[in-house]
C-alpha cells in the first residue's frame, strides 16, 4: 500500500460496494473534482475492511487533511477504526454503497462528482462546514478474557435488525438478491427472519442505573436516526449532543415488522410496546440465547456488550450543517 502524500485527499475504494465504479472512472473523478479545489487524489484500492482502516491509520500518521470512504456505510466504518478519537483527518464519503445511510441523513448529493465537490467546499470553508461529530463504541470480551473495541458511526442493533443483515451476510442468495434489488432486500430478509422466532430476554442498565429485564424482539443504540434510508427508529437522535439513542421493541420479532409503516413516518416511539431511551453508557447481557447483533450494517461478535458514546470523536465533512441528524 503506497503512503499517502502530501496535500493529497485520500480516497478508500471498496470495490465490493453495491453501486461501484470502473477503477479508472473512479479515478478520473475524484482527480477532477480536486484539481477544482487544489488538491491532489490519491486513490487506494482495498480489499478487506482491515486494508481499509490501515489506510485510514496512514492518513491521520500522515497528516492528511481528509480521507473519502467511496463505498457504503461499511466502508465508511472500517475507515472509522483506523482513525483516533479526535484525529484531526477529516471523513467525507462517496457514497457508492447499497443504503448509503450517513450521506442520506447528513444531506450529501448521490452523484459521486458533486459529493466530492460539496465536502471539499466544506473542508475549505467556503459552503458547509467540517464538524465534531460523536461515535459510539461497544465493548465486549473476547474468548480468551481481553476486552475488544468496535466503534461505529451509526448504530448498533440487536434481535430482528441484526438477524437481516447476517442472513444476507451468510447467503450467496441472498447476497445476490440484495446485488438486484438494492436496500429492500433487508426488508425481505427481516421477514423471512421473523417466523417463529421468540423474544431475546435481555437485562440493561443505563449509566449505571438499576437493572431493566426485558423481552426484545429488536433493540437499536444508535448515533443517528435511521435503519436503512426508510425506517427511522430514533427520530430524535443528534449526532453532535453526546448521547446514545436507544430504541426497544418488546415481544416476538414480528411485532417490529407489523409497526414497519410507523417508522417510515417518524411514528415508532409512540407505537404500542416500544421504548425510546437516551444515555451515554448502556450495558446489555443476554440472559437465555444470545441474540444476533450488527454494527454499522457488518454482524458483530455475541457476547455481552457496553456501549459507549465518543462525545466529538470524529471531523466529518458536512455540506449541510442543519440537516436534523446534525443540529437537532
Given at each position: ?25 473512479l ?52 475507515i ?13 464519503v ?36 467540517t ?5 459510539g ?145 448502556i ?12 454494527i454499522?450494517?457488518d454482524?458483530g ?28
Amino acid at each position: 500500500m503506497q503512503p499517502p502524500l502530501p496535500d493529497s485527499i485520500i480516497f478508500v475504494v471498496n470495490p465490493q460496494a453495491g453501486r461501484s465504479r470502473p477503477l479508472r472512472t473512479l479515478r478520473s473523478i475524484c482527480e477532477d473534482a480536486c484539481a477544482a479545489y487544489g488538491y491532489t487524489a490519491q486513490l487506494i484500492n482495498t480489499q478487506s475492511a482491515y486494508e481499509a482502516s490501515l489506510a485510514a491509520r496512514a492518513a491521520h500518521d500522515a497528516g492528511a487533511a481528509a480521507i473519502f470512504g467511496c463505498g457504503g456505510d461499511g466502508t465508511l466504518s472500517a475507515i472509522l477504526q483506523g482513525l483516533p478519537v479526535g484525529s484531526p483527518t477529516a471523513l467525507g464519503v462517496v457514497p457508492l454503497g447499497t443504503a448509503n445511510v450517513w450521506a442520506y441523513e447528513t444531506s450529501i448529493p448521490k452523484a459521486p462528482l458533486l459529493a466530492i465537490a460539496s465536502q471539499l467546499a466544506a473542508l475549505d470553508g467556503a459552503s458547509g462546514a467540517t464538524m465534531s461529530v460523536d461515535t459510539g463504541a461497544v465493548w465486549w470480551q473476547a474468548a480468551d478474557g481481553s476486552p475488544q473495541k468496535q466503534r461505529f458511526l451509526l448504530m448498533a442493533s440487536w434481535g430482528l435488525d441484526a438477524a437481516a443483515v447476517a442472513g444476507i451476510v451468510q447467503s450467496d442468495r441472498q447476497r445476490r438478491v440484495k446485488r438486484i434489488v438494492g436496500e429492500p432486500a433487508y426488508f425481505l430478509s427481516a421477514l423471512r427472519e421473523s417466523v417463529g422466532r421468540k423474544a431475546w430476554p435481555l437485562t440493561l442498565r443505563l449509566d449505571g442505573g438499576a437493572p431493566i429485564d426485558v423481552d426484545a424482539g429488536m433493540l437499536t443504540v444508535g448515533n443517528t436516526r435511521m435503519v436503512g434510508t426508510w425506517l427511522e427508529v430514533n427520530p430524535n437522535a443528534v449526532a453532535t449532543d453526546g448521547l446514545l439513542d436507544v430504541m426497544l421493541v418488546e415481544g416476538a420479532p414480528w411485532r417490529a415488522i407489523a409497526m414497519a409503516p410507523l417508522a417510515r413516518h417518524g411514528w415508532l416511539p409512540q407505537g404500542p410496546g416500544v421504548r425510546n431511551l437516551r444515555c451515554r453508557r448502556i450495558e446489555i447481557a443476554p440472559r437465555e440465547t444470545r441474540p444476533p447483533m450488527q454494527i454499522d450494517g457488518d454482524p458483530g461478535p455475541q457476547s455481552s456488550y457496553a456501549v459507549d458514546i465518543e462525545p466529538q470523536a470524529l471531523r466529518a465533512l458536512c455540506p449541510m450543517p442543519s440537516a436534523e441528524v446534525l443540529s437537532g
